[in-house]
């Protein structure tokens, strides 16, 4: 009977049962393209007609790049060792390469100039960019122009010395007297700047550039996609803080400078660009004095900076506009002066806000700087249409020149973008 008792008990188990796997469709790749692909009838649909479409781009593209040719005098030559079939002429990028980054005129021996300059602009955006660097590395970003400036264009360095001590100037008059007013500072330090810079061009001879350590350049042999960089970086640079300065004074309770910065941010972006660098290559020099002879370059450079500064302008004020009035208020409970309170508490908020449309406005610029081609500056779009398929030995080829032009340009803009993704994530715009 005690045998009975003894069976008829439940058993209980001491130890749970090892998990079963997930069926295969729940994990791994087959999970992601079920709830990605093939989600529902229309997304397989689009999944299908879209692979197919790839496949017929990359059945044409792929053997064309495989089978391309890159040791070519010419493209007659190409086409000789292509013998009918399908492929690229790279010779054309073999040869002219450094034509194509450097320009046709800028002197051969002196490439590594402006390739140290590039290599230095890392170290000197390294402690903008990334906030976390020791704010000492600041000091080599605030030199850096002057550095760049003679490695690029040679001559003398006392044109970049003097420069340099013009900046410094304006910037010590600026912090003694902005305790004071903030206009005082800014028109100080202006006044000051531009005594050092008249006293030291007095001072420079003429035949400095003699016995100057590096060669000297002139803007007009500079080209290729060394010149959409060049005008990139200085472009963008100068326009965040002119935008910030116009978009600060269209918010201005005074009517002259509200009105001011409306009719120009208006009247810049009404006109293209196209038509503001006619006016750089053929009117600007005008507004100069007689005897002076301004660099194209440099007028260039001012009309860009005008036009992204007033579309910068605008996306900053869209910042301004987003913050709540409480932040306004409490700069003045604080006790804080209009400079205080911009640089501290209202401009870091509308900024981090306006992150992505400067970045956008950027990105827009720096493909803009092509436009230059039409006034006769031989960037890389420039050279290409221009020089190099003028020539008898490569005309008639594009896709290879115009595949590496947008190549250089995919490179640097998606490097902007993925930059300006990483800033948004580490400031959480979006959360704060």
């Known amino acids: 009977m005690s045998d009975v008792h003894a069976h008829s008990v439940a058993f209980v188990r001491t130890e749970t049962l090892p998990e079963l796997p997930p ?8 999970k992601w393209i079920r709830e990605n692909l093939f989600a529902t009838v229309p997304n397989a649909i689009l999944t299908i007609v879209s692979i197919y479409v790839v496949y017929a781009i990359l059945s044409g593209v792929l053997p064309w790049i495989f089978n391309g040719v890159w040791d070519a005098s010419s493209l007659a030559e190409c086409r000789e060792i292509l013998n009918g079939t399908s492929g690229a002429c790279f010779a054309v990028l073999a040869e002219r390469w450094p034509q194509l980054i450097f320009g046709l005129s800028y002197p051969a021996d002196s490439y590594w100039r402006p390739a140290l300059a590039f290599f230095l602009l890392f170290f000197a955006a390294a402690p903008v960019m990334f906030f976390d660097l020791p704010r000492k590395l600041l000091l080599f970003t605030a030199i850096y122009p002057f550095i760049a400036y003679w490695l ?30 903030f206009a005082a500072g800014f028109f100080g330090g202006v006044a000051a700047a531009f005594v050092v810079w008249y006293i030291g061009g007095l001072l420079i001879p003429d035949d400095a550039s003699d016995t100057a350590m590096l060669t000297a350049v002139p803007s007009r042999d500079l080209g290729g996609f060394m010149l959409n960089l ?24 005074m009517p002259l400078i509200k009105w001011i910065c409306v009719v120009f941010i208006e009247f810049i972006r009404g006109v293209p660009l196209i038509t503001l660098l006619f006016v750089a290559s053929v009117m600007l020099a005008y507004f100069f004095p007689p005897e ?24 900053i004020r869209g910042g301004l506009a987003a913050l709540p009035k409480g932040q306004y208020e409490a ?3 604080l006790g804080l002066d209009y400079a205080q309170a911009m640089r501290l508490i209202i401009l870091p908020q509308a900024l981090k806000i306006s992150i992505p449309g400067i970045v956008n406005i950027a990105v827009g610029l720096f493909k803009d700087t092509v436009l ?20 008898t030995e490569w005309n008639g080829v594009y896709w290879e020149l115009l ?8 490179v640097t803009c998606y490097g902007i973008s993925q930059y300006s993704q990483w800033l948004e994530r580490r400031l959480a715009t979006d959360h704060r």
């Open 403 to 410: 595949g590496f032009a947008a190549l250089l340009f995919f």
């Open 292 to 315: 002076s002879t301004v660099d194209l370059f440099l007028r260039v450079v001012i009309m860009i900076t005008m036009f992204s500064a007033a579309y910068i302008a605008e996306v």
């Open 23 to 30: 069926p295969a469709a729940e994990t791994g790749v087959l």
């Open 230 to 253: 060049m005008l990139g970086v200085t472009c963008v640079s100068l326009s965040i803080p002119i935008g910030i300065v116009l978009a600060l004074g269209r918010q201005s309770s």
């Open 152 to 181: 690029i264009w040679g001559g003398t360095i006392m044109v970049p010395l003097v420069a340099l001590v013009g900046f410094v100037a304006g910037y010590l008059v600026y912090q003694r007297l902005v305790t004071n007013s």
């Open 372 to 391: 230059v081609s039409v006034i006769s500056m031989f960037d890389i779009l420039g050279f290409i249409r221009g020089p190099l398929l003028s020539s």
């Open 331 to 333: 700069a003045d409970s």
